[in-house]
């Protein structure tokens, strides 16, 4: 089973139609996770189902969002994402995604320490980076680093 971790893109504070401040991506952000998306493409696991999950945080699930329509995918919220538990999710993913990939939008904060929890390897993600892990067929709390993409070469790959 693969997990592949994606650092969501910069985003500002924006007013909604009833004046309620929404953190929303940049304009520039979505272009950018759209080019990013085409990049991750060539690295996902052919004949696999892949899912795309991400929490409830507004810029988080547009991200989640292009990534899965430029995938022809759905995405999926789980709260376990936005709280930094690593096991909770795990467990989730044993229960419900056991043979699939599965793209997890996020940012340092949390990519950092799970990479660091899976991999033993405190991994940097900026915007747009990502990497893919192979989860141990043993249990699911361990995993090797397949491959750590820098933002500028998710751009770049076609």
Known sequence: M??????AGDSKDKSDKDGNTVNVLTRKAVQATVKATQG?????????????WSNMT??????AEIIAKELGI???????????????????????AKEKCIII??????LNSWS???SGIHLPFQPYSA???????RGLSSAEIMWL???DTLLRIR
């Not at 991750?40 to 795309?52: A, G, M, Q």
């Not at 939008?105 to 949390?110: A, L, P, S």
């Open 74 to 96: 759905k995405n999926k919220f789980v709260n376990a994402i936005g709280q930094s538990d690593i096991q909770e999710l795990l467990k989730i993913i044993a229960e419900h």
């Open 131 to 137: 990497a893919g892990f192979l989860l141990s067929k």
């Open 105 to 110: 939008v996020g940012d340092n904060t949390y």
């Open 149 to 151: 993409a820098a933002d």
């Open 116 to 118: 660091a929890q899976l």
């Open 58 to 63: 507004p810029h988080f699930v547009q991200t």
């Open 40 to 52: 991750i493409y060539r690295l996902l696991p052919r004949k696999t189902k892949i899912e795309v």
């Open 2 to 7: 693969e997990l592949i971790f994606f650092h």
